[in-house]
């Protein structure tokens, strides 16, 4: 006898419809609109459709496994069956690449149907997978760099239907999907059928789903692909099973540390963002036999971190874990289901000792391509993990664990206890977290306080707020290497840091001396431009608020390339504290004239393994009141620049009225001063076109203040623009006029050939300057720059020679009105004394702010920028004394005559034959 079948009801009421339209004399194509309808509307939601999804026969490739049902009723909540976030495959080399990762599945529904125990699932199936390979550059430790290619990715999505069954346990589906290729963003299509053992109930024993996904195209379909095992854990009704077995072997474990817990009915939600990171392993001395192979497969050593992905946790406290093993803190969390570096477990959060209690299994039988006969056993490993309640120097975990064997020490699959700590990666402890100071009496031997010269002279940080004890950090070694890094207190006296930004107050007491730890963190950058391991050092010292003297003791876990100098890795479990960190805050006020410096040094002799040498240590960062003083002085620059722009359209306007009012000495202005006028405001406008739309420069200050003031700034740069180009459009047009001053094209190009050279041979004379400059810095940063490292170099100093141009842009009028013996007065004073005091007054200001705020923070200049101009104490005072100069030059000779400013010999003879014939009259 044929199964049940979804078609009986639906093709009973087609031939019904068949029947009643033979009744009444209908045939299907003679029959009315509405009843060829009602039979395309049967047609379409008959079983042929649902179950078979893109056409595929559900009972042609499942039948045998669950056979097909009809469906009854929808299921209301289909979030917690059937889900797969985290699942690992191999094959379908073909389709995915050689580099599998995970898969998901996801129901989307759930029906009931008329068998018992038969459920019909719709759901979407993912795989990842990559042709890339992950490398590490020079070599370094996979433990601490990872690149992944991540433009050979490869997703291939499947939309699937099917039916499972209850008592079998099993799930078959069949569907149609798509490759996507992240590369080259193409996609291919797909048809496959899934085979999967999901049983109903499970626990730890038999919480394996695998199964098989298979591809329905032809052999030789360009679309098929190779067979794909699948492996994950199932999540429906899950047993407790171990509970007792995690209690008995933790029972022997004791934490030397004290620990803080949770309320009993919040131990889930707390626990989730502490496990949710990696923890790296401690090893060293106690792998030194080679005896801490994790997955009894021999002298193999355990992986440099490891990773916990909840599956279940209930409201008692109970949790189901998968456990992942990687050599980098990336790739585990996209596959952490892989067999031979995976661990399933199951535990209890222990009320009584504030600790997280685990019993872990083994994955069995998973060998080569084959999943089928995997299954979870050997269940012997014991983990357990806590929350400190005091940090120290050596404790700067918010979550500390062991793991271990319980087997006898001779047998098979027994390896030592290894502690695991959580990297220190921005989650805040729990609350009430104290410190405890264990380093003072080192501190104290080695930090004597010579700076007695300096009490009461200057200001420096109180210590009361985390903000200015923060820092940026340059660091530089003996052979010229730089690093870059971060310094950030953890503990200052008895209060907490913490990851909040904003300025915390430590206490209301004034105090001069502070117990403070820190933590350092820089990279050094090799060679070949490509990041060195990071070096993490906890600190902890005290602070002198009167001195600004901040001495600490360092220790940090020794880094790789450290550790292989190491005869059998016997110390890379243990910190190195031999490290002393003197550092020198610069004061409040910047006028004192001195900046952050220090050292990093060993303590260790020359011939120690662990022995470096000293570092030199220096910081750009900023404190609380300075920035509220760049804060302010920004908003004065910013009027400054928006009065500057407006004197200057004001000053061109009133010359467009003067020349109209006189047109007659429109040919008496030198083109080319009016050229080098409306070149600089041109030129700014091409090189920020892109503030109309928006602006990505992480330097624009203008920016930061909601973006409007760059465009007012860039619109008031185009008035001043177009009105220079109508003042020189119309000098241009009266000077080619016929009836314009034919005698004034001479002295125009002699004003030409006189200027060009000049600014060329400036520009020669600023590149030299240039290059010398970039020979010293060579030589004491032992850094060479990169080609674009220099030419951006190159035209920045370009830039602020035009702006020197830009300063003497009287130069060629002055040359003109010499050589063309002019008395016109072609400029009114607005405009050339208007457009010299806007040209002198940045350096002016520069002269002021030089003195008078903070100078180290060039970036957020807006006003007198270097990237503008030369600015220096020698060129504010030079260039505006300059552009007063050729402003009195200009005064003279329209009020004189051109020549008036050349020694008598050297004037035109015909001036003064003309003043005297005009007096004769």
């Given amino acids: 006898m044929a199964p049940p079948s979804l078609r009986s009801p639906l093709v009973s009421l087609k031939s019904s419809v068949l029947r009643l339209g033979v009744r009444t004399g209908l045939s299907p194509f003679s029959s009315p609109p509405w009843f060829l309808l009602l039979l395309l509307l049967l047609t379409c939601i008959s079983p042929s459709c649902s179950s078979s999804p893109g056409g595929i026969s559900y009972a042609s490739h499942c ?36 580099f599998p990762e995970s898969f998901g599945f996801r129901a989307k529904s759930l029906h009931q149907t008329q068998t018992p125990g038969v459920l019909q699932v719709d759901g979407t199936l993912v795989f990842n997978g990559r042709r890339g390979v992950d490398y590490y550059p020079n070599g370094t430790d996979s433990r601490y760099i990872r690149h992944r290619n991540s433009t050979a990715r490869r997703e291939a999505i499947f939309q699937l239907s099917g039916f499972w069954s209850e008592s079998a346990g099993k799930l078959c589906m069949v569907g149609r999907g798509f490759l996507r290729r992240k590369r080259v963003g193409t996609s291919m299509d797909l048809s496959a059928v899934l085979k999967l053992n999901y049983p109903d109930s499970s626990n730890i024993s038999t919480s394996m789903a695998n199964g098989t996904v298979e591809s329905l195209d032809e052999a030789q379909s360009p679309n098929h692909f190779d067979p794909i095992s699948i492996l994950a854990y199932a999540q429906k009704n899950y047993e407790y099973t171990m509970i007792s077995q995690a209690n008995e072997s933790c029972s022997h474990i004791k934490f030397e540390e004290e620990l803080v817990g949770f309320n009993p009915g919040t131990v889930c939600s707390n626990l989730q963002p502490f496990l949710d990171r990696p923890f790296i392993l401690d090893t060293g001395s106690s792998c030194s036999s080679g005896n801490c192979d994790p997955f009894g497969k021999g002298p193999r ?37 892989v067999p031979d570096k995976s661990l399933v477990g199951e535990g209890f959060w222990d009320q009584s000792e504030n600790r997280l209690c685990l019993m872990a299994c083994r994955i069995l039988d998973a060998k080569g391509s084959s999943l089928a006969n995997a299954s979870v056993g050997d269940c012997t490993i014991g983990l357990s993990l806590g929350f400190p309640a005091f940090w120290s120097i050596s404790i700067r975990s918010t979550t500390i664990g062991r793991i271990w064997s319980g087997k006898n020490k001779n047998d098979a699959g027994y ?21 405890e100071y264990t380093k003072l009496v080192a501190v104290k031997k080695y930090c004597v306080e010579n700076n ?3 009490l009461g002279k200057w200001r420096y940080p109180n210590g009361r707020y985390f903000d200015d004890m923060r820092f940026s950090l340059s660091l530089r070694d003996v052979n010229g290497n730089d690093a870059w890094g971060q310094a950030t207190p953890v503990f200052i006296g008895e209060t907490y840091h913490g990851n909040d930004d904003s300025v915390m107050t430590n206490s209301g ?12 963190s820089y990279t050094f950058w090799n060679a070949s431009s490509v990041v ?47 490290i002393l960190i003197n550092l020198q805050l610069p004061p409040l006020d910047p006028r004192a004239g001195e900046h952050f410096n220090g050292t990093i040094r060993s303590l260790r002799e020359k011939s120690d393994p662990l022995f470096f040498d000293p570092l030199q240590v220096s910081s750009s960062s900023i404190y609380r009141i300075q920035t509220a003083e760049i804060s302010w002085r920004m908003d004065i620059e910013i009027i400054m620049v928006l009065i500057s722009l407006t004197l200057s359209c004001f000053f061109i306007r009133m010359q467009i009225y003067h020349v109209k009012k006189h047109p007659d000495v429109l040919p008496s202005i030198s083109i080319l001063m009016l050229v080098i006028l409306a070149l600089g405001y041109m030129v700014p406008l091409f090189l920020n076109f892109e503030a109309f739309f928006e602006h990505h420069n992480r330097y624009s200050i203008l920016l930061w203040r909601g973006g409007w003031l760059e465009v007012i700034v860039r619109v008031m740069t185009m008035v001043a623009f177009l009105l220079e180009c109508r ?54 940063s032992y850094h060479r720059h990169s080609l674009w490292e220099d030419l951006i170099s190159y035209s920045g100093n370009l830039i602020s020679y035009a702006g020197l141009v830009l300063d003497g842009f009287l130069l060629p009028q002055v040359i003109l009105n010499i050589f063309g013996n002019s008395k016109d007065k072609a400029l009114t004073p607005f405009f050339y004394v208007g457009t010299t005091a806007v040209r002198a ?43 007063l100069l050729f402003a009195m030059l200009i005064y003279l000779q329209q009020r004189y005559g051109g020549g008036c400013i050349l020694p008598a010999r050297f004037r035109r003879p015909g001036h003064m034959y003309e003043m005297v014939s005009m007096v004769s009259l």
């Avoid at 909840?310 to 874990?321: A, K, L, V």
């Avoid at 600023?766 to 020979?775: D, E, L, N, P, Q």
Wanted: glycine share 10%.
């Fill in 841 to 883: 007054l940045p350096h002016l200001y520069d002269a002021y702010r030089a003195h008078h705020f903070f100078p180290q923070l060039v970036s957020s200049y807006i006003y007198a920028s270097p990237d503008e101009d030369f600015y220096s104490s020698a060129w504010d005072i030079i260039i505006p004394c300059g552009g």
């Fill in 415 to 435: 390896f030592s206890m290894v502690s695991f700590r959580s990297l220190q990666d921005g989650v805040d402890p729990i609350p009430g977290l104290k410190y």
């Fill in 301 to 337: 050593i355990f992986p440099g971190f490891m990773f916990f992905k909840p599956i279940q946790c209930s409201d008692g406290g109970r949790m189901h874990f998968q456990i992942g093993f990687s050599n980098d803190t990336m790739a585990a969390n996209d596959r952490i289901l």
């Fill in 532 to 578: 060195d391991e990071p070096t993490v050092t906890t600190a902890e010292g005290i602070y002198n608020a009167e001195t600004g003297m901040l001495c600490m003791v360092g220790c940090r876990y020794p880094i790789s390339s450290v550790a292989r100098k190491q005869a059998n890795g016997a110390a890379s479990d243990s910190m190195d504290c031999e």
């Fill in 727 to 780: 003042l020189l459009q119309l000098a241009w047009s009266s000077r080619s006029a016929e009836d314009g001053k034919k005698g004034l094209s001479v002295p125009e190009r002699t004003a030409l050939m006189l200027c060009l050279p000049l600014y060329f041979a400036g520009g020669l004379i600023a590149c030299f300057v240039h290059v010398s400059s970039r020979r010293h810095s060579y030589a004491i």
């Fill in 452 to 454: 007695v010269t300096k």
């Fill in 509 to 520: 007491m004034n105090h001069t001396l502070w117990n403070v730890s820190y933590e350092l």
């Fill in 63 to 98: 039948n045998s496994t669950v056979p097909e049902a009809t469906p009854a009723g929808l299921l209301g909540d289909s979030s917690t069956s059937f889900q797969i976030p985290n699942g690992y495959y191999s094959g379908g080399g073909r389709l995915l690449g050689s």
